[in-house]
C-alpha cells in the first residue's frame, strides 16, 4: 500500500477564480498569495510547526515558496529548514526563489552585488536546499559599488548554468529599474522577469516610483510586507500584544511603529473590510492585488490560520469604485 501524500489531492480545484497570475511578459504564473520564509523558519524555530505551514499553504494553492540567502536566523537556517520540507512536496509544481545581495557573512565576499558574490551565492543556497536548480534567483538590492552590468550577467550566468530558471531583482527604485532592463537588452542578456518591492496600504511609493516602469517593460512585481509587519491587520488595534512581532522587536517592527495615526487609519479600514465581509487582512491583500501590475502578495505568518485567513483574499467582490472612494479617503487622512 502506497504512502498517502501529506497535501490534498483536489487542492487546484479549490482556489478562487484568477488565483494563479501571468508574470509581467512571460509564460509564468504565480498564485496571488505567495508564501514568504523570512521568519519563523530559522534555527530556534518550531520545526513542525514550520512543515505544517507549508502543507497549509500548498494545499491553499499556494506554490510559491520566497527565500533568500540570509534569511534565519542564523543567514542560511531558512533554505535549511526547507530543504527537510521540500523532500515531502512535488518539486515540479513549486515555484522556490532565492536572493542574494544583502550581508550573507564576513569579509569583502559576502554583500553587494558582485559576481563573485552573486554565483557563489546561488551555488551555497542550492548546497543549503538541496536543489539542482531556484526557479527565480534575484539580486536582493541595489549595490552601488558594483557595475550594473557585472550584476546582471552574474544573474545571466546563473540562467545559463541551468541553476536558475529566471532572473529578477528587488528593492531598485523605478530609474534603476528601466536602466537594468535597457543595459540587459543591450548585452543580449535573458529579460528580468520579476521586481519584488515593499508596497501596501502604508506603503505607496511604487505606485509612482516603480510600477510605470515595470508595467512598460513587462516586469511582473511580487509585494512584500502587503500587511505592513502587521499594521494592516487587527493585531494592534487594542494595544501590542505580548506576543506580537512589534513586541519581541523581530524584523522591522518596533513598538514605537506602531503609531496612533495608523492604528486609528486601521480601525477605519477596519470597518470597510467588514462592511465587505472580509477581515481588514484579506481586504489589504486583496487592495494591494487589484492592480494589473501586480502579479503576487508575499506574505509571512507564525501560525497556519494566518494562511488560511490569507489566502481567502480573493474570495469576495472586487472592489466597487465606491469602496476605492472610502479607502483613500481613510489613506489619504
Not at 553587494?112 to 538590492?141: Q, T
Not at 513587462?218 to 506576543?243: E, N, S, V
Request: hydrophobic residues 40%.
Amino acid at each position: 500500500m502506497s504512502k498517502a501524500t501529506p497535501y490534498s489531492p483536489d487542492r487546484y480545484e479549490r482556489v478562487p477564480e484568477g488565483w494563479f497570475r501571468r508574470c509581467g511578459a512571460s509564460g509564468l504564473n504565480l498564485p496571488a498569495i505567495s508564501f514568504g520564509l523570512w521568519h519563523n523558519f530559522g534555527d530556534e524555530a518550531d520545526a513542525a510547526l514550520a512543515r505544517r505551514m507549508c502543507f497549509e499553504a500548498f494545499d491553499l494553492g499556494i506554490t510559491h515558496f520566497d527565500l533568500a540567502n540570509n534569511y534565519g536566523p542564523a543567514p542560511g537556517a531558512a533554505e535549511r529548514r526547507f530543504a527537510t520540507i521540500l523532500k515531502e512536496l512535488p518539486r515540479d509544481e513549486l515555484i522556490i526563489s532565492t536572493k542574494a545581495g544583502y550581508r550573507m557573512g564576513p569579509g569583502p565576499y559576502g554583500d553587494g552585488g558582485s559576481r563573485k558574490y552573486l554565483l557563489s551565492s546561488i551555488d551555497a543556497s542550492l548546497r543549503r536546499l538541496g536543489l539542482d536548480y531556484v526557479d527565480i534567483f534575484y539580486h536582493h538590492r541595489p549595490d552601488a559599488a558594483t557595475p550594473l552590468a557585472e550584476t546582471l550577467g552574474a544573474l545571466e550566468s546563473a540562467l545559463r548554468s541551468g541553476k536558475a530558471l529566471y532572473a529578477g531583482i528587488s528593492n531598485y527604485p523605478g530609474a534603476l529599474t528601466g536602466e537594468a532592463v535597457e543595459t540587459g537588452k543591450k548585452q543580449g542578456l535573458s529579460p528580468l522577469l520579476i521586481h519584488q518591492v515593499s508596497y501596501s496600504m502604508f506603503q505607496r511609493g511604487p505606485e509612482h516610483d516603480l510600477f510605470p516602469v515595470t508595467q512598460q517593460h513587462g516586469l511582473g512585481t511580487i509585494c512584500f510586507c502587503p500587511l505592513a509587519q502587521g499594521m494592516l491587520t487587527d493585531r494592534y488595534l487594542k494595544g501590542i500584544p505580548a506576543d506580537s512581532r512589534a513586541a519581541s522587536k523581530t524584523g522591522y517592527l518596533r513598538p514605537g511603529g506602531v503609531k496612533p495615526q495608523l492604528v486609528e487609519k486601521a480601525r477605519h479600514l477596519e470597518a470597510i473590510a467588514k462592511a465587505r465581509g472580509q477581515s481588514l487582512a484579506q481586504m489589504a491583500l486583496a487592495w494591494v492585488l487589484r492592480l494589473p501590475t501586480v502579479t503576487s502578495a508575499l506574505i509571512g505568518a507564525s501560525r497556519p490560520e494566518q494562511i488560511r485567513e490569507n489566502a481567502a483574499a480573493l474570495k469576495a467582490a472586487p472592489f466597487s469604485r465606491e469602496e476605492l472612494e472610502k479607502i483613500e479617503a481613510v489613506l489619504g487622512g
